[in-house]
């Protein structure tokens, strides 16, 4: 009777899924810190952080259920910093952000549109003045970021990209967060949700919603 428990513990033990590393053993062979990670609707799946490809720029790794890639190709990128945070919108297009910079000295959204990577909005557009800690999209296409940058009133905000041009979300010092944004996500009605560092009158962290009209601690 003991045997036969035990054949069976076996055989339940076995079945369980198990954790393998995604495409084989250093088929990534990342050389750093892995900050994002997300998927597509054809379940592609990206990352990207600190790691660097041989040039030393950071970027965005692909794998396509068979091998890893540099998307876009070696140095399409070339991110001359960390990529905090990627996201994918229902077009396939990828977004990337962090404390990687263009030509003028200011962070931006880097977007691949299954072709190129470029700035998304166009050189400038965004001009975030610190490192972007996270994007993301929502149902209708929009793209929001949110980091450490902030407005001329010195607020850290979340900008939102609604196709055409960089807004802040709400207005001017809507939210005005005390410090750092460090998450933000959205959900099926088009709520937006933000987190991080910063505090409200009491001194206490929260999370806040912007329902598409005003911005209100959860």
Avoid: H, P
């Avoid at 794998?63 to 396939?92: F, V």
């Avoid at 407005?151 to 807004?167: L, P």
């Avoid at 991080?196 to 912007?210: D, L, T």
Wanted: aromatic share 14%; hydrophobic share 35%; glycine share 12%.
């Amino acid at each position: 009777k003991l045997l036969c428990s035990f054949f069976f513990f076996m055989i339940s033990f076995i079945g369980k899924a198990q954790w393998s590393e995604l495409g084989g053993t250093n088929t990534l062979a990342a050389n750093n810190t892995i900050f994002s990670i997300c998927t597509d609707a054809s379940g592609n799946i990206y990352t990207a952080g600190f790691f660097t490809n041989s040039s030393s720029n950071r970027y965005v790794a692909k794998y396509n259920g068979t091998n890893w890639s540099e998307l876009g190709g070696t140095n399409a990128l070339a991110a001359n910093s960390t990529i905090y945070s990627i996201c994918t919108d229902a077009s396939g297009n990828i977004y990337a952000a962090g404390s990687f910079t263009n030509s003028s000295g200011k962070y931006y959204v880097a977007k691949y549109d299954g072709t190129s990577w470029s700035e998304l909005g166009g050189t400038n557009a965004l001009a975030a003045n610190s490192i972007i800690y996270s994007i993301c999209t929502d149902a209708s296409g929009n793209i929001y970021a949110a980091g450490a940058f902030a407005n001329s009133s010195g607020n850290r905000y979340v900008a939102k990209y609604n196709g055409t041009s960089w807004s802040e979300l709400g207005g001017t010092n809507a939210l005005a967060a005390n410090n750092a944004i460090n998450s933000i996500c959205t959900d099926a009605s088009g709520n937006i949700y933000v987190a991080g560092a910063f505090a409200n009158s009491s001194g206490k962290v929260y999370v806040v919603k912007y329902d598409g009209t005003s911005w209100s601690e959860l």
